[in-house]
């Protein structure tokens, strides 16, 4: 087929740029794939190129979304929209077809729905949709069919079918899966027709949802965050495996001089096995300073709930939050490990955090923190400060964050935004990076990284 190597290169371009690591042996891989299957069966070829190009889970969504965009399936959806150009028919047949499971016809009532009702602008007026305001839209094609509304409908359709055969609760189940597998075909269809008019690579970069690791904290919607919380008990089984491993490691000291010589008698004085000294670390102590202010809070909590998670692998963990002041949410944590949902509302409710407003005053929230609590910062204390730097024009009090750098072993500072927003505004970042090793930490796959080498062993 002319023009698929290109089109299987940035298609691999476009994996890359979602965070998808492809070199090129399973680039060569999957050309080989497609090359012995063709393109006959479409869904044997996503099948094919997912099983060598992707290498862990939670990739396979941002991979079926970019499949869809460049290896387009192909629907007679012209003869299907003539057919249900009408609402009532449309809706009509998309019920035999969601009672039916019959996947292919859905997918046709999807591609026709947005040849139908999604249309806008300049596409909807009969224009060439050469304007910058026009394009299909899943969201008004799923607003005008409704899917959601025939569940009814379908559940009685599946019955009819069925008999007694699904149990209710099953046939249900069955129904709202379905009607979800429906929106997702019209959100694909939309994204295709609009890829075609705009550009792949432009709606691939912009309309395709980021793998989970790679949603930034700040903007994440609650559903997205939600995801996030799921992930918490096997991230942090993972990560007390690699800490844990690195501490055994790290029992293996400097070399035993003396050990070493009286064993290099055995072979004539050449040292063939050298002798450590044992050491005997004990586990760390831990302190999380942070900001619970604005989208910030986000991040925050789930690095809160993240540690805590951790908590087995330190010695001591405490906790506390700052707005305008500062006070200590060790037992908030501790206690919220049941409902993490509710976890920063009842920190914002019951911690003493703000005076007036939600406004950030880092330079009173260090300083309190500074004074309130001399005793939680020792030297065998390492500090992660949790927050954007962003002081609202305040003083950023830098001879506090020195104070707490002089009294622990180690302090690092993750900061929710990109790097090249440091210092800009009201941010004094840059100021307390001078101060402390700050971190960007923008997403999942940062915060990963970061407490896995940070974090110590």
Same mark, same amino acid.
């Not at 996503?46 to 499949?67: M, P």
């Not at 939600?226 to 690195?246: D, F, G, H, W």
């Not at 500062?326 to 509710?342: F, R």
């Not at 204390?381 to 506090?400: E, K, Q």
């Given at each position: 087929?002319? /023009?698929?190597?290109?089109?299987?290169?940035?298609?691999?371009?476009?994996?890359?740029?979602?965070?998808? $690591?492809?070199?090129?042996?399973?680039?060569?891989?999957?050309?080989?794939?497609?090359?012995?299957?063709?393109?006959?069966?479409?869904?044997?070829?996503?099948?094919?190129?997912?099983?060598?190009?992707?290498?862990?889970?939670?990739?396979?969504?941002?991979?079926?979304?970019?499949?869809?965009?460049?290896? $387009?399936?192909?629907?007679?959806?012209?003869?299907?929209?003539?057919?249900?150009?009408?609402?009532?028919?449309?809706?009509?047949?998309?019920?035999?077809?969601?009672?039916?499971? +019959?996947?292919?016809?859905?997918?046709?009532?999807?591609?026709?729905?947005?040849?139908?009702?999604?249309?806008?602008?300049?596409?909807?007026?009969? /224009?060439?949709?050469?304007?910058?305001?026009?394009?299909?839209?899943?969201?008004?094609?799923?607003?005008?069919?409704?899917?959601?509304?025939?569940?009814?409908?379908?559940?009685? *359709?599946?019955?009819?079918?069925?008999?007694?055969?699904?149990?209710?609760?099953?046939?249900?189940?069955?129904?709202?899966?379905?009607?979800?597998?429906?929106?997702?075909?019209?959100?694909?269809?939309?994204?295709?027709?609009?890829?075609?008019?705009?550009?792949?690579?432009?709606?691939?970069?912009?309309?395709?949802?980021?793998?989970?690791?790679?949603?930034?904290?700040?903007? *994440?919607?609650?559903?997205?965050?939600?995801?996030?919380?799921?992930?918490?008990?096997?991230?942090?089984?993972?990560?007390?495996?690699?800490?844990?491993?690195?501490?055994?490691?790290?029992?293996?000291?400097?070399? +035993?001089?003396?050990?070493?010589?009286?064993?290099?008698? *055995?072979?004539?004085?050449?040292?063939?096995?050298?002798?450590?000294?044992?050491?005997?670390?004990?586990?760390?102590?831990?302190?999380?300073?942070?900001?619970?202010?604005?989208?910030?809070?986000?991040?925050?909590?789930?690095?809160?709930?993240?540690?805590?998670?951790?908590?087995?692998?330190?010695?001591?963990?405490?906790?506390? *939050?700052?707005?305008?002041?500062? +006070?200590?949410?060790?037992?908030?944590?501790?206690?919220?490990?049941?409902?993490?949902?509710?976890?920063?509302?009842?920190?914002?409710?019951?911690?003493?955090?703000?005076?007036?407003?939600?406004?950030? +005053?880092?330079?009173?929230?260090?300083?309190?923190?500074?004074?309130?609590?001399?005793?939680?910062?020792?030297?065998?204390?390492?500090?992660?400060?949790? /927050?954007?730097?962003?002081?609202?024009?305040?003083?950023?009090?830098?001879?506090?964050?020195?104070?707490?750098?002089?009294?622990?072993?180690?302090?690092?500072?993750?900061?929710?935004? $990109?790097?090249?927003?440091?210092?800009?505004?009201?941010?004094?970042?840059?100021?307390?990076?001078?101060?402390?090793?700050?971190?960007?930490?923008?997403?999942?796959?940062?915060?990963?990284?970061?407490?896995?080498?940070?974090?110590?062993?």
């Amino acid at each position: 087929m002319t /023009g698929l190597p290109d089109r299987l290169v940035e298609f691999v371009g476009a994996l890359r740029e979602h965070g998808i $690591p492809v070199g090129p042996g399973e680039t060569i891989d999957a050309a080989a794939a497609v090359d012995v299957l063709g393109l006959a069966d479409r869904e044997q070829v996503r099948a094919a190129l997912a099983a060598t190009v992707l290498r862990r889970s939670g990739q396979r969504a941002a991979f079926d979304a970019l499949f869809d965009l460049y290896f $387009p399936i192909a629907i007679g959806s012209a003869e299907t929209a003539a057919e249900t150009e009408d609402l009532g028919e449309l809706r009509n047949a998309l019920v035999t077809a969601l009672a039916q499971g +019959d996947t292919e016809r859905m997918r046709a009532l999807a591609a026709a729905g947005v040849e139908v009702f999604g249309q806008y602008g300049s596409f909807g007026e009969g /224009g060439s949709g050469g304007g910058g305001m026009s394009g299909w839209s899943a969201y008004q094609t799923l607003e005008r069919v409704r899917p959601d509304a025939l569940l009814s409908r379908v559940l009685a *359709a599946i019955r009819g079918e069925q008999g007694d055969g699904l149990g209710e609760a099953l046939s249900r189940q069955e129904a709202q899966s379905r009607i979800a597998s429906f929106r997702d075909q019209v959100q694909a269809e939309a994204r295709r027709r609009t890829a075609e008019f705009r550009g792949r690579e432009r709606i691939a970069r912009y309309a395709v949802a980021p793998q989970p690791d790679l949603v930034s904290f700040t903007n *994440a919607s609650s559903q997205q965050l939600a995801e996030l919380r799921r992930t918490i008990q096997p991230l942090s089984r993972k990560l007390a495996t690699r800490l844990a491993a690195r501490r055994r490691r790290s029992r293996r000291g400097q070399i +035993d001089l003396r050990r070493t010589l009286r064993r290099s008698l *055995a072979t004539g004085g050449v040292p063939m096995r050298p002798a450590m000294r044992e050491r005997r670390p004990g586990r760390p102590e831990l302190v999380l300073l942070c900001d619970m202010s604005g989208s910030v809070a986000g991040f925050a909590q789930f690095t809160l709930q993240l540690v805590q998670a951790l908590a087995d692998q330190f010695s001591k963990v405490r906790t506390f *939050a700052f707005v305008e002041l500062t +006070d200590e949410i060790t037992e908030l944590v501790t206690a919220g490990a049941a409902d993490p949902e509710g976890l920063a509302r009842r920190i914002m409710t019951q911690a003493r955090l703000t005076r007036w407003g939600m406004s950030s +005053d880092y330079g009173d929230s260090l300083g309190s923190f500074v004074e309130g609590w001399p005793d939680a910062v020792g030297p065998r204390t390492s500090v992660l400060i949790l /927050g954007d730097g962003r002081t609202n024009g305040g003083d950023p009090n830098l001879a506090a964050v020195r104070e707490i750098a002089g009294r622990a072993k180690h302090v690092h500072w993750l900061n929710p935004e $990109p790097r090249s927003a440091w210092g800009t505004g009201d941010s004094a970042a840059l100021e307390y990076a001078r101060e402390v090793p700050m971190h960007e930490c923008r997403n999942l796959r940062q915060l990963t990284r970061l407490v896995t080498e940070l974090l110590p062993g």
